[in-house]
């Protein structure tokens, strides 16, 4: 007779089932039993920066580097190509205005020079020939008019005489008509002598004023020509130190190449690199002050120059205000705080390396009994070397930890031991 063979509710399989979806359930239920509360970290009080909040005076100051610079610059370029012959200084000298500093040669220049020179001469001999036909012109036709005139008058006169004679019939018509003829001849020829006097008065004026200006114009272009080959020399156009000098005897120098420079020892100025972020900030009048030798001195802006250069930054130039510091160089460089706002109270945030990974959005505030900092957020407005300008989040006397929070993650409560 068959048996019943009675089937086995707990297999190993079952089982094995069951246990994983138990132990997954409780490995969920402990995940959010354990994060269902804030996330804490034990930190050592020594290794943190606390900062107390405070109310004061704030001024936005953006740190910027400046160099100093002579206050005018002359830059010397070569008027003229040329072979350097000769130098009279080096690099660095101290000049007055016209010293010489070196003397270059063209051939070519000098040639043309030369040969201006021989036309000029040869057309003011020929001006000066012209001149005398002329002035010999006009002798003979002044001698021709007083020709004329003599034999009008004597025309005249016997024109007078027959006229008389012939009203009293002591004449006949024949004969006072012969006069009368000879009277009017002469008086034609007077008229038009004294017409081409006057033509060649105006004629020789014309011509002489003309030659004037011909020569005045020549003699420009040849002071011009002299003036070219004079600035073969280079000379100093004003007191000051020659500087960036570079020129060797040997040595060909294009037109218009760039030999030196004179820099104006009359005082200094400071040139200021500032990154393009403030462009629409920083205009004329904003100031800044400097330390040097442990004086602080200060500065303001006098010129801007708006292009921005391929490093994202703009230059400004900026004067001193009062004294300048003794033994400052050219090529030196400052460290320049620049003002970008006027001074004001404020709620102040020291600086710090929480920053970097907040970006000014929150921060740690440490309890009342200084045991834990936890988070809250605030909000920053402009800030100095020193400080950020709060303008929520936080009040006067409250205490925030403003070191680095980079190993901190996504933990919002620090138990602070001590």
């Known amino acids: 007779m068959d048996r019943v063979i009675e089937k086995k509710t707990w297999n190993t399989k079952r089982i094995l089932t069951i246990a994983g979806i138990t132990g997954i359930v409780l490995l969920i239920g402990g995940s959010i039993y354990f994060t269902s509360g804030k996330s804490k970290l034990d930190v050592d009080t020594e290794r943190l920066t606390i900062s107390e909040i405070k109310k004061g005076p704030f001024q936005e100051f953006i740190p910027v580097n400046g160099v100093v610079m002579p206050l005018s610059t002359i830059y010397l370029d070569a008027s003229d190509g040329g072979r350097?012959?000769?130098?009279?200084?080096?690099d660095g000298a101290i000049l007055k205005k016209g010293d010489p500093i070196l003397r270059m040669s063209n051939t070519d220049l000098e040639l043309n020079l030369a040969t201006q020179e021989t036309n000029v001469y040869a057309q003011q001999i020929q001006m000066q020939i012209s001149h005398t036909q002329l002035q010999s012109a006009t002798i003979n036709k002044l001698n021709n008019m007083a020709d004329v005139d003599v034999a009008f008058k004597e025309a005249e006169r016997i024109y007078k005489l027959d006229k008389d004679l012939y009203n009293k019939k002591a004449i006949g018509s024949q004969e006072f008509q012969t006069a009368q003829n000879q009277y009017q001849y002469q008086l034609s020829r007077k008229k038009l002598a004294s017409q081409i006097l006057v033509q060649d008065t105006v004629m020789v004026s014309q011509q002489?004023?003309?030659t004037k200006e011909q020569i005045a114009q020549m003699k420009s272009a040849l002071d011009m020509m002299r003036k070219k080959v004079s600035d073969l020399t280079l000379r100093a156009p004003?007191?000051?130190?020659?500087t960036s000098f570079d020129a060797e005897i040997g040595q060909?120098?294009?037109?218009?190449?760039?030999?030196?420079?004179?820099?104006?020892?009359?005082?200094?100025?400071v040139r200021v690199n500032i990154e393009e972020h403030y462009l629409s900030r920083v205009f004329v009048g904003l100031k800044g002050d400097f330390q040097f030798a442990d004086k602080t001195y200060n500065l303001v802006i006098k010129k801007v120059f708006i292009s921005v250069g391929k490093d994202g930054q703009f230059q400004v130039d900026m004067a001193f205000v009062g004294p300048v510091p003794t033994g400052i160089r050219k090529g030196q460089t400052l460290q320049v705080r620049l003002a970008l706002s006027d001074q004001t109270t404020a709620l102040l945030l020291p600086k710090g390396g929480f920053y970097q990974q907040t970006g000014g959005n929150w921060i740690f505030k440490v309890s009342e009994d200084g045991k834990k900092a936890y988070k809250v957020p605030i909000q920053i407005n402009r800030q100095s070397p020193d400080y950020y300008e709060l303008t929520n989040g936080l009040q006067p006397g409250d205490k925030v930890i403003t070191s680095s929070y980079e190993t901190y993650g996504d933990i919002q409560e620090l138990v602070l031991k001590k």
């Open 84 to 90: 350097v012959e000769e130098k009279y200084v080096e």
């Open 252 to 269: 060909s120098k294009n037109k218009g190449e760039h030999l030196g420079q004179i820099d104006v020892l009359s005082g200094f100025k």
């Open 208 to 210: 002489d004023r003309q």
């Open 238 to 242: 004003l007191d000051g130190q020659l």
